[in-house]
């Protein structure tokens, strides 16, 4: 079936945006989001708030279009929450362009950014040059909070299948690029129906089955309208805010934040990990750090821990490690985080190893012969590494970095 024949279908747009302000390729693969996919040549495509988008990029501009269905007949992304990428947008109003700001965070200044974490932390200024241009995602809270408890003892690549199943079997078909179907994501009331929990067994959700059924029965039928978005950061789309955390607020971060996480591990199958990574990635709290097994790793390696008190990932050392951090990098310490989070995968191994590659160009002037070396823009070239937790090898974009170098051969003609 022809995308033409089931969607009406945008022409492509662009907004200028550098791959240090943001690059697709890293950000949509590094564990943030579970449902975006290759559609094309690095093309990647994703059903939200009742469309489908489709983003690429190249070195000095992001380019984006949406499809639409022609009959809407199903909410869009997911009418649990009121913000931006979940409301109806009217028939005739296309406001994609909001939307890919709002989606992709586009407001902070990641330059800056980058460059006030790196004054704080040695180690940050070492890693991250690497992996310029990750944004942490302003997601749907619902739909991260789903995606998080399906990542419990998970790998990316699984988590990603079982959020896919989700959508075919329970979120509203949003239309056709290609031949490959676009499902919006389910809402919770849509998950509250007796039988849903043996059929996510059957589907291979396992354990997660019970939890995700019963947490969409106490979102959906036991909280008030509106529960998750009441615990979003007010302040996450200001641009204005300071980045320092107050010195009582190192301890466990904003009071807000605090009272996020604690509600949400009263829901099933959440603990302090997966709170964390919905008030990061869903509500808007930067200051959350989730702590997993990597983040542990880059805790001992790189910061210390490991020793003394802090020897094992006990309740104590998690806030330790995260009072840490939010020490250092201040109130987005949980994008800072995943920065470091993301160069410890092996999807990305690659790019640790990059060499430096020359550009020499002959130049004849007043009898001599100049040979000079230039400098050039990232260049992203096809190779084959392992992707973290997976037995398959993938196709991944790897970071050749041509660097500058201050060199002149100069030969005289005889």
């Not at 006030?116 to 995602?137: C, V």
């Not at 709170?275 to 989730?290: K, N, Q, R």
Request: charged share 25%.
């Amino acid at each position: 079936m022809s995308a033409t024949s089931t969607v009406r279908v945008v022409e492509w747009r662009k907004l200028p945006v550098s791959l240090t302000e943001l690059c697709i390729n890293t950000t949509l693969r590094c564990g943030q989001s579970f449902r975006w996919r290759k559609s094309g040549d690095d093309e990647w495509s994703c059903a939200l708030h009742g469309r489908i988008l489709s983003l690429r990029q190249d070195s000095t501009h992001l380019h984006y279009r949406a499809h639409f269905p022609h009959n809407v007949g199903a909410p869009p992304t997911p009418p649990s929450s009121a913000s931006l990428s979940t409301a109806e947008s009217p028939r005739n109003q296309d406001d994609t362009d909001a939307l890919v700001h709002h989606y992709l965070n586009l407001r902070p200044n990641l330059t800056e950014l980058y460059e006030q974490w790196s004054l704080a932390d040695q180690n940050f200024k070492k890693r991250a040059p690497k992996f310029t241009g990750i944004r942490i995602l302003k997601q749907d809270p619902w739909e991260a909070l789903v995606g998080f408890i399906c990542s419990s003892n998970n790998n990316i690549a699984r988590i990603s299948q079982m959020v896919d199943k989700l959508c075919i079997h329970y979120g509203p078909l949003i239309g056709y690029v290609g031949s490959q179907p676009y499902h919006d994501f389910p809402s919770a009331s849509a998950l509250t129906h007796p039988g849903v929990e043996a059929h996510l067994r059957q589907l291979g959700f396992g354990y997660r089955a019970k939890y995700l059924y019963q947490t969409a029965i106490m979102v959906a039928d036991e909280r008030d309208t509106g529960w998750l978005d009441s615990l979003r950061n007010p302040d996450s789309l200001s641009i204005d805010c300071k980045m320092a955390l107050d010195q009582d607020e190192l301890s466990g971060g904003r009071d807000g934040y605090r009272k996020a996480h604690e509600q949400l591990l009263e829901l099933q199958g959440v603990g302090p990990k997966v709170a964390d990574c919905v008030c990061l990635m869903g509500l808007g709290w930067g200051e959350a750090v989730p702590v997993d097994t990597h983040v542990w790793q880059i805790a001992q390696r790189d910061y210390k821990f490991g020793k003394g008190k802090h020897r094992s990932l006990t309740k104590a050392t998690y806030d330790a490690v995260g009072d840490h951090f939010r020490g250092l990098w201040g109130k987005e310490a949980g994008w800072a985080h995943s920065v470091l989070f993301t160069a410890d995968l092996r999807a990305f191994s690659e790019r640790a190893k990059m060499k430096a590659e020359e550009v020499k160009v002959k130049v004849e002037e007043n009898g001599e012969t100049e040979v000079k070396v230039l400098a050039t823009a990232d260049v992203f070239t096809e190779g084959q590494v392992k992707r973290e937790y997976e037995d398959d090898d993938h196709k991944v974009l790897e970071t050749q970095k041509i660097v500058v170098k201050q060199r002149v051969k100069r030969r005289r003609k005889v």
